[in-house]
C-alpha cells in the first residue's frame, strides 16, 4: 500500500512570497488532515478534511493560508504572504474515517528568510 | 482544554534499559491515546494506542498504561534498543488528534 505522497520535500523562499504544498493521501482514505510542525514541537493541526468537505480549521491563520481538497482526493496548502514564523514542516496525514488512526507523509520543510 | 502535556523533554537510557515517557490531558472528550514515534526528516508514525477502558496494552517491548481518574498516560519500552532513539509524541484523540511536545530519546550502546 503506497504512503502519504508530498511534494516539494523542501522549500526555501523570501518572506512575503506565496507558496503552496501538495499533498496525495493513501487511496480511499476520506480524511486529510495538514499539520504544522515547528522545530522542537508536536504537529500542530491546521485543517482536516473529510472528504471535501473541512471539518475543522479553527487554527488555521486565513489571513495567509488556504487549503483545498479536491474531488475529496487530493490536497493543496497555500501560503500567501509568507512570514518568518511560518518556517516548520507541514506535514499531511489521511485516515480512514472510520477509526482514528491517521497516516502521516515526510512533510515539506519550508524555510522562509 | 486541548492540551496534552509531555515530560520528559529529552531522555538519555542505556542500551537494555527501560524508557518511560508520561503524559497528562486535560480534555475528557479524548477517547483514543496513540503514540506516535518521529524519525529525523521522516513524519511520525503509529507506534501504540489505547482507548480509555483498558488500563494497559502490550505490543512486544511497548507497553502503554492508563490512569483514566488521574488522566494520565505512559508509554514504557523495555530492552531499549540504539534503533529505538527518536522523538515520541503522546497524543489525545477526538475529533481530531492534539499532539504533546514531544519526548527526544536517545538510547546509549
Known amino acids: 500500500e503506497a504512503g502519504v505522497a508530498q511534494s516539494p520535500r523542501y522549500k526555501i523562499i523570501e518572506k512575503r512570497q506565496s507558496v503552496a504544498f501538495w499533498c496525495n493521501p493513501i487511496s480511499g482514505h476520506a480524511t486529510l488532515y495538514w499539520y504544522q510542525q515547528i522545530l522542537g514541537q508536536g504537529p500542530k493541526l491546521l485543517i482536516q478534511?473529510?472528504?471535501?468537505?473541512?471539518?475543522?480549521d479553527s487554527q488555521l491563520p486565513k489571513d495567509r493560508f488556504s487549503a483545498e481538497r479536491l474531488k475529496g482526493v487530493d490536497s493543496t496548502l497555500k501560503i500567501q504572504p509568507a512570514k518568518l514564523e511560518d518556517s516548520a514542516v507541514y506535514l499531511c496525514?489521511?485516515?480512514?474515517?472510520?477509526?482514528?488512526?491517521?497516516?502521516f507523509g515526510q512533510g515539506t520543510r519550508l524555510t522562509v528568510v | 482544554q486541548q492540551q496534552v502535556k509531555q515530560s520528559p523533554q529529552s531522555l538519555i537510557v542505556q542500551k537494555g534499559g527501560i524508557s518511560i515517557i508520561n503524559c497528562a490531558y486535560e480534555?475528557?472528550?479524548?477517547?483514543?491515546f496513540p503514540w506516535y514515534q518521529q524519525f529525523p526528516g521522516k513524519g511520525p508514525a503509529l507506534l501504540i494506542a489505547i482507548r480509555p477502558d483498558v488500563s494497559e496494552k502490550k505490543e512486544g517491548r511497548f507497553t502503554i498504561s492508563f490512569n483514566k481518574s488521574a488522566k494520565q498516560f505512559s508509554l514504557h519500552i523495555m530492552d531499549s534498543q540504539p534503533g529505538d532513539s527518536a522523538t515520541y509524541f503522546c497524543v489525545g484523540g477526538a475529533q481530531k488528534l492534539v499532539f504533546g511536545q514531544g519526548t527526544r530519546l536517545t538510547i546509549n550502546p
Open positions: 478534511f473529510q472528504n471535501n468537505g473541512v471539518v475543522d
Open positions: 480534555n475528557t472528550a479524548f477517547d483514543y
Open positions: 496525514a489521511s485516515g480512514t474515517g472510520i477509526d482514528p488512526e491517521a497516516f
